[in-house]
């Protein structure tokens, strides 16, 4: 080392030693610490962030729901972890594409149109007078598809006659058409609702994400391309699909028997299509649940033979699903849980906590609402991203809506407390200095408290590249609830604003205002990664 390169070691880390059974530990210095802290006062809200030349294109596909079906709990992890992912990959530099591949297209219109013309009201007339006038359409529609599923349990000719209506559907049929289209106007009125609640947004196709239908005219020219490359094989029963090599997968059906498209059909066409949209060096991340792992394997690979994507170019993000004491959610048998009404109950479970925590409050009723979804929203958020995205949550309300130890009002009320010590402190243009230009950094002489908090603010890079790379939104949320434990240590611990009288009074006073401020920003930038508010009061 140069002698200038040697006086800057000497300055970032103060000790070197080997322990066993061979590791190389270096401490870093309470000036290395401090000057770290200059960056995250200086950068704001763009710290931690890694500037990439590349700005990889990346397509995140999640939430993902079925038009004219209920937008359930079940819902609510692929929608929340999907747009979890897609911000930590922002923020890592890359140029991420937010879609969502709405279910709008496959046999069950072909049920509802039967279900609307023949259930319910009697008429189809009387069906669509009702719908029209419901306050939630998409329930209507879920209370026709329970009672074809009951009729069809001792009419089977009712499936059959559901096909039929579907088969009209993808050849054109003028009703079959007015039908489907009606189905999906009802249905937006809830995910809007609900995807505003969530604070959630997608980028493609003016906001709505390109649905299964979008490809309705795309799906020809993958048949062909199946078809020349000799992929396509005649089943057993008249259905086509595609055999693997050495039989390492099962074979994928790709059409059936009566030549209606599935899934596969659908989305080798979405994927073809993101080809020639986004460019042949794509990344593609569906967040999907994990009982269709081994749907996507089949798919990734048969993407891999058509020569359209490498191996790697691919991933999917398998997410445990809530379990039930009574057993499996059904839409058919309608015994679902609707995402609206927990919304509302963890809206409300966040309203009483904090009617009997701080009775005296001076919030407007306006205010105290709006906190309320702010803290009820997050806690649900929190609930399902704290951990790891393949682990199953067993559904339990008091679970569920949380507001203490690991949760996300926690960590919410850690920044609304440091946001009120900063105010009270009245320095409001404080993020906009570098305090180092008031205080000798080499004169500082940090308490453990100080030191433990500062330590993990320098590991807030590590942990947001880690989360990038693994695709892991719990490593955030497990770092910002360490962050909000080590801050409220210190902060119990130490005065910041009633430093004891000293020479250096001053300068440990701007110190802590400081380390307040940090901490404060981080927390901000961290939950802001989730998808989840950071309220300045609570």
């Known amino acids: 080392l140069t002698s200038e390169e040697n006086s800057g070691v000497r300055k970032n880390i103060t000790k070197i030693e080997v322990a066993d059974p061979g590791f190389v530990n270096f401490t870093v210095s309470d000036y290395f610490l401090c000057t770290n802290l200059d960056l995250v006062l200086s950068e704001k809200g763009s710290y931690g962030k890694v500037l990439s030349d590349t700005r990889r294109k990346t397509v995140v596909e999640y939430s993902s729901p079925n038009i004219a079906k209920p937008f359930t709990i079940g819902h609510l992890r692929s929608t929340v972890i999907g747009d979890a992912v897609a911000n930590i990959l922002e923020f890592n530099g890359y140029q991420v594409f937010r879609d969502n591949h709405l279910g709008d297209w496959g046999t069950q219109f072909g049920k509802l149109i039967v279900a609307l013309r023949k259930l319910g009201q009697g008429s189809l007339e009387n069906n669509l007078a009702k719908i029209n006038l419901a306050e939630n359409p998409v329930k209507e529609l879920v209370a026709l598809y329970i009672e074809f599923h009951k009729l069809a349990d001792s009419d089977p000719s009712l499936e059959d006659e559901g096909r039929e209506w579907f088969t009209r559907l993808e050849k054109g049929d003028e009703q079959a058409r007015e039908l489907w289209q009606k189905c999906i106007e009802w249905s937006w009125v809830e995910f809007s609702r609900i995807y505003e609640q969530l604070g959630v947004k997608f980028t493609e196709n003016e906001g709505k994400g390109y649905g299964e239908s979008y490809f309705e005219d795309k799906m020809g020219e993958v048949l062909e391309e199946l078809k020349a490359k000799n992929l396509l094989v005649d089943g057993k029963d008249g259905a086509q699909l595609v055999f693997f090599e050495g039989n390492k997968l099962p074979p994928l059906m790709i059409l059936k028997k009566d030549g209606s498209t599935l899934y596969a059909t659908r989305d080798l066409a979405t994927d073809k299509f993101r080809l020639e949209k986004y460019g042949s060096d794509i990344w593609v991340i569906n967040e999907v649940g994990a009982e269709q792992e081994l749907y996507f394997r089949q798919l990734y690979e048969l993407e891999r033979m058509l020569g359209w994507y490498k191996s ?33 109950e963890a809206i409300k479970k966040a309203r009483q906590v904090m009617e009997e925590v701080d009775k005296g409050s001076e919030l407007t009723e306006d205010e105290k609402q709006s906190l309320s979804e702010v803290v009820g929203i997050g806690a649900l958020k929190w609930n399902d991203l704290k951990g790891s995205t393949q682990r199953e949550i067993l559904f339990d309300w008091n679970e569920m809506l949380n507001m203490q130890g690991n949760s996300g009002p926690y960590v919410q009320y ?125």
């Open 414 to 538: 850690t920044y609304a407390r440091a946001k009120s010590v900063l105010v009270k402190a009245e320095v409001s243009r404080l993020s906009e200095l570098q305090y180092s230009e008031k205080v000798d950094l080499m004169e500082i002489v940090l308490n453990e408290e100080e030191r433990a908090v500062l330590v993990w603010l320098w590991r807030f890079r590590t942990s947001v590249e880690r989360a990038a790379t693994e695709l892991a939104p719990h490593l955030i949320a497990g770092y910002i609830y360490e962050l909000a434990q080590r801050f409220n240590t210190f902060y119990n611990k130490h005065s910041i604003l009633k430093v004891e009288p000293s020479e250096r009074r001053a300068e440990v006073l701007r110190f802590r205002i400081a380390l307040t401020s940090g901490v404060a920003e981080v927390l901000k930038t961290g939950l802001g990664l989730l998808g989840i508010e950071a309220p300045e009061r609570m």
């Open 312 to 344: 790697d170019q691919r991933v999917h993000i398998k997410h445990g699903h809530f379990r039930f004491k009574e057993g499996k959610m059904s839409t058919r048998k309608g015994n679902v849980i609707w995402l609206e009404d927990v919304l509302d």
